[in-house]
C-alpha cells in the first residue's frame, strides 16, 4: 500500500503540481494542496484500496484542496472565479472515485521545467526547485543529496519562489527564439544533478543514487515533452550509458576504478543497449550536439567487450569533432589521450 | 507589471564616442522609445547627467549629511533609466536587450513593487 503510494507520489507529481501552479499561479499554494491530497490519499487508500486512476484521483482531490485555500483567501476573488472554471473544464466528473482511466489532463510540466530553469535564478536555485516540483523531491530529501543543511536549502527554495512571483518570471513555454538557449539550461540542470550523483564519494552512496535515477527520469519526461530535440536524446543516453557503469566504478575499498580496469560483467546491459539506441536515433537528426557526441563516445566504450577492443579511432574522431563545438580543456586532454591509446594500439 | 530597467554604462567610453557614433546612439534610444509608446509600454525615461553631478544625502540622528558623489563605487556608473509596462520578466529583459547600451554596458532590471492604490504623481 506504501509502496503504491510512494509510486503514485514519484510519477504523478511534478504533473499535478505543474497543473495546480498553472491554475492558483503559486508553488506554494499548489504545494500545500498536493501535499493535503497525498495525505487523504493515504487514509482513504490503506482502508479501500487505491482507486483505478490514482494520479487523476489525487489530481482531483489537490484541485479540490487548492479551490478551498483559494476560497479562504478571500481577498483574491478574482484567481477564484479563474480557479472555479479551470476546476471545471478539468474536472469532468462530481466524485473523484468515479474516475476513468482515460480521462486526460493537460501537460504543464514543459512550462514548469522552463520556470525552474529561468536563468534569472541562479543555478542552485534552478537545482533545487527542479527537484522539488518536478522531481517531488521534500526538502530533506534534496539537502542529504547535496550536503546541505535543510535550512539553507529550504531559504534557497523560499527565495526562488519569491523571485519567480516577485520578478514576474513566466510560467510559460519559452518564445521560439529564446527556446534554445533556455533549453541548455535545462538539459544543464538536469545533467548538473546526474553529475552530482555520480560523482559523489562513499558513505553518501545511497542516496547519491538516488540522484542518478531522479537525473535520468528527469532526462526522460524531457524527451516525452520534447522528443523532436536530438541533444535532449542525446543526454539521456549519455546519463544512461555512464550510470550502466556504476556498479564497476567503485571498488570492495569504495576506491574509483578506472573505465579500463573495470570489470565489464558488472555493467548494466539494458541501460546500455537503451544508451546505445538513444545515441543513434539521435544522431540521425543530424544536429549533433555535446550531449549526443559524449553519448556517442561513451557508447563505443560500452560496446567493447574488453578495454582492449575498444575503438579508439572512432573516439579520437569523436572527439575532434566534440572540440569543434566546445573549447573545454578537459575534451581537449581526453582527445590527446585517445590519440595516444590509438597510435599505442596500432603500434602494438 | 512595470519593471525599471536601471542603465549602467562606462562613462569614460561614452565620452569617447565621436559626436556622429552618440548621435547614432540616441537615434537607436529614440526608436526604442518611439516603439514602446506606440505599444503602450513606455512609462518614463530619461539620460541623467554625469555622476559627477551626484550628490548623496543620509539623514543619519535628525542631521541631514550631504556629500559629493554616488552611493556606490562601481566600474560602470547609473546613466539612465526606462520605467516600461511588460506582461512578464521576459518581456521586460527583451525590452532591455534592445537598449543600446546593453551592448556596452549592463541593464539591471527591477520589477517594481505594486501597490494596492496606484499613488498618483
Same mark, same amino acid.
Given at each position: 500500500?506504501?509502496?503504491?503510494? =510512494? ?5 504523478? #507529481? ?90 486526460? #489532463? ?43 543543511? =535543510? ?22 513555454? !519559452? ?38 535515477? =531522479? ?14 530535440? !536530438? ?16 556498479? *564497476? ?41 555535446? #550531449?549526443?557526441?559524449?553519448? *556517442? ?52 | 507589471? &512595470?519593471?525599471?530597467? /536601471? ?22 534610444? +529614440?526608436?526604442?522609445?518611439?516603439? /514602446? ?25 535628525? &542631521?541631514? /549629511? ?31 536587450? +534592445? ?10 532590471? +527591477? ?11
Amino acid at each position: 500500500m506504501a509502496n503504491t503510494l =510512494e509510486q503514485v507520489f514519484r510519477e504523478e #507529481y511534478g504533473r499535478i503540481i505543474a497543473t495546480l501552479i498553472r491554475i492558483s499561479g503559486s508553488f506554494d499554494l499548489a504545494e500545500e494542496a498536493l501535499q493535503e491530497a497525498f495525505i487523504a490519499a493515504a487514509s482513504k487508500w490503506e482502508l479501500e484500496g487505491p482507486p483505478n486512476n490514482p494520479g487523476a484521483w489525487l489530481t482531483t482531490v489537490a484541485h479540490r484542496r487548492l479551490l478551498d485555500a483559494l476560497r479562504r483567501e478571500r481577498t483574491r476573488t478574482d484567481k477564484e472565479a479563474e480557479l472555479i472554471y479551470e476546476a471545471n473544464r478539468l474536472q469532468p466528473y462530481v466524485e473523484p472515485e468515479l474516475f476513468e482511466d482515460d480521462v486526460e #489532463y493537460s501537460d504543464d510540466r514543459l512550462r514548469l521545467i522552463f520556470t525552474c530553469c529561468h536563468p534569472s535564478l541562479t543555478r542552485e536555485a534552478q537545482v533545487a526547485l527542479t527537484l522539488r516540483t518536478l522531481g517531488g523531491l521534500t526538502t530533506t530529501e534534496i539537502a542529504h543529496a547535496f550536503l546541505l543543511s =535543510e535550512v539553507t536549502l529550504a531559504q534557497r527554495l523560499v527565495r526562488a519562489k519569491q523571485k519567480i512571483r516577485l520578478a514576474g518570471i513566466p510560467y510559460e513555454i !519559452p518564445s521560439l527564439e529564446r527556446i534554445a538557449d533556455r533549453l541548455a539550461a535545462v538539459q544543464a540542470v538536469i545533467y548538473l544533478i546526474f553529475n552530482e550523483g555520480y560523482a559523489a564519494s562513499t558513505g553518501q552512496s545511497l542516496i547519491r543514487n538516488d540522484l542518478c535515477v =531522479e537525473a535520468i527520469r528527469l532526462g526522460r519526461v524531457l524527451c516525452e515533452l520534447l522528443p523532436d530535440e !536530438p541533444e535532449n536524446v542525446g543526454l539521456l543516453a549519455l546519463m544512461l550509458l555512464q550510470d550502466s557503469r556504476r556498479e *564497476a566504478r567503485v571498488n570492495q575499498q569504495g576506491e574509483l576504478v578506472t573505465l579500463e580496469e573495470q570489470d565489464r560483467s558488472l555493467w548494466n546491459s539494458g541501460e546500455i543497449e537503451e544508451g546505445v539506441n538513444l545515441v543513434q536515433q539521435a544522431l540521425r537528426v543530424r544536429r549533433v550536439g555535446n #550531449y549526443q557526441l559524449q553519448a *556517442a563516445i561513451a557508447a563505443v566504450h560500452a560496446e567493447a567487450k574488453t578495454a582492449d577492443e575498444t575503438d579508439w579511432r572512432q573516439i579520437v574522431a569523436l572527439y575532434e569533432e566534440l572540440m569543434h563545438i566546445t573549447s573545454s580543456p578537459i575534451v581537449a586532454l581526453n582527445h590527446a589521450a585517445a590519440v595516444a591509446m590509438s597510435e599505442g594500439f596500432e603500434k602494438g | 507589471m &512595470k519593471y525599471m530597467l /536601471l542603465i549602467y554604462h562606462d562613462e569614460p567610453s561614452w565620452d569617447a564616442l565621436t559626436e556622429t557614433e552618440r548621435q547614432q546612439v540616441y537615434l537607436e534610444y +529614440r526608436t526604442l522609445r518611439e516603439e /514602446l509608446t506606440g505599444r503602450g509600454q513606455f512609462v518614463d525615461g530619461s539620460q541623467l547627467q554625469p555622476v559627477t553631478t551626484a550628490t548623496t544625502v543620509r539623514m543619519r540622528d535628525g &542631521k541631514e /549629511l550631504v556629500t559629493d558623489g554616488p552611493f556606490a563605487e562601481t566600474h560602470e556608473q547609473l546613466g539612465g533609466y526606462f520605467l516600461v509596462e511588460a506582461k512578464d520578466l521576459d518581456e521586460a529583459t527583451a525590452i532591455a536587450a +534592445r537598449i543600446p547600451s546593453a551592448r556596452t554596458g549592463t541593464i539591471e532590471v +527591477r520589477p517594481l513593487v505594486e501597490t494596492a492604490a496606484p499613488a498618483t504623481a
